[in-house]
């Protein structure tokens, strides 16, 4: 009866002491305007196994769809952080969102130019068309930018088209000739290569160390909650050296969560991305942005690239051991 009794009361201090670390964990709320493995993967790592769970955080990915929206709802106070383009913030900050980039997250551009079925080379772009969701974007971006590494000069040598719509509508515009090649991301392009849509050339591997995604928080956030900004930053750097060496266990944990797609896919996207991912941003890199955001002018009136980002939290979670 003794045993008995310790035993019962053993489990109940095991049972509360968990409750009450569950507790104690501080929640944190993570929008991301991607359901994709892609856009997600460093927060997924991150939760899996445990190394937001190590620094107290209890972290929920809210998915938020649109940039502009993300942002929104982390000046709000709806969510603590936000992935989002790089462009896209620095375009919201130079309109006076108060927000900051605190780290990088993804320095590679995933878009692939693609192309209509019978163009199967960039130089058959000449006199043809590009399609891109809207002005401004980061796709437009992607796609001038890239073929201008490739030697083809916008107007000159392709004109672009804007409205053509989202993947699918690209994807159909490709289809019926209405344009001639348009950019697609990663996962777009597996799909689309089954169909048999022509890889022209992959537009991150010709401009490389662009900051594509970025982390972002609210000033108010910043000041107000410093050591938690160190420490969702370290967990998420300790789930990326993680992740870039033990591809295969993530892939397993990924696929058993069935998720993200079918297990080929999963490792694709993996063996793209794990040596990818990076928290790192410099001042080179927001300078890099301004310039694709065309908003130079606006940037030196504001007083530079340190209006646009801060490199204080990244520091610390580079440098702490915890």
């Given amino acids: 009866m003794g045993l008995k009794f310790v035993l019962l009361v053993f489990t109940l201090l095991i049972a509360f002491g968990s409750r009450a670390e569950a507790a104690s964990a501080k929640s944190v709320n993570f929008a991301s305007n991607t359901p994709t493995l892609s856009g997600t993967l460093p927060l997924v790592v991150a939760q899996e196994f445990g190394f937001f769970a190590a620094e ?3 972290v929920k990915t809210v998915l938020i769809r649109g940039g502009p929206t993300a942002m929104a709802a982390l000046v709000g106070g709806g969510v603590d952080y936000t992935l989002v383009a790089g462009v896209a913030a620095v375009r919201a ?9 605190i780290s990088g997250i ?8 693609l192309g209509a079925k019978g163009i199967n080379s960039v130089n058959d772009l000449k006199g043809k068309v590009v399609g891109v969701t ?7 971006f992607a796609a001038v930018e890239g073929l201008a590494k490739k030697g083809l000069v916008r107007d000159r040598d392709y004109k672009i088209l804007y409205g053509v719509g989202n993947s699918p509508s690209r994807a159909q515009a490709l289809e019926s000739g209405k344009i001639q090649a348009s950019p697609f991301s990663f996962l777009e392009r597996i799909e689309l290569e089954k169909k048999g849509f022509p890889t022209l050339f992959d537009i991150g591997s010709v401009m490389p160390g662009f900051p594509f995604v970025v982390i972002v928080s609210s000033k108010q956030k910043i000041e107000t909650d410093p050591e938690g900004i160190v420490s969702v930053l370290r967990a998420i750097k300790r789930a990326l050296d993680f992740l870039r060496n033990n591809q295969e266990k993530v892939a397993a944990a990924v696929i058993k969560k069935n998720t993200f797609g079918d297990p080929a896919s999963v490792r694709q996207v993996i063996n793209q991305f794990a040596n990818v991912y990076s ?6 890199d927001i300078e890099s942005l301004i310039a694709a955001t065309r908003i130079e002018a606006e940037a030196k009136k504001l007083g530079g690239a340190a209006k646009f980002f801060t490199r204080q939290f990244l520091v610390k979670a580079s440098g702490q051991n915890k």
Avoid at 106 to 113: A, N
């Fill in 56 to 58: 107290g955080l209890e």
């Fill in 134 to 140: 809207g002005p401004g974007g980061v796709a437009e």
């Fill in 106 to 113: 993804q320095p590679y551009m995933d878009y692939t130019l």
């Fill in 279 to 284: 928290i790192s941003i410099t001042k080179e």
């Fill in 93 to 101: 900050i130079a309109q006076n969102a108060p927000m900051f980039i």
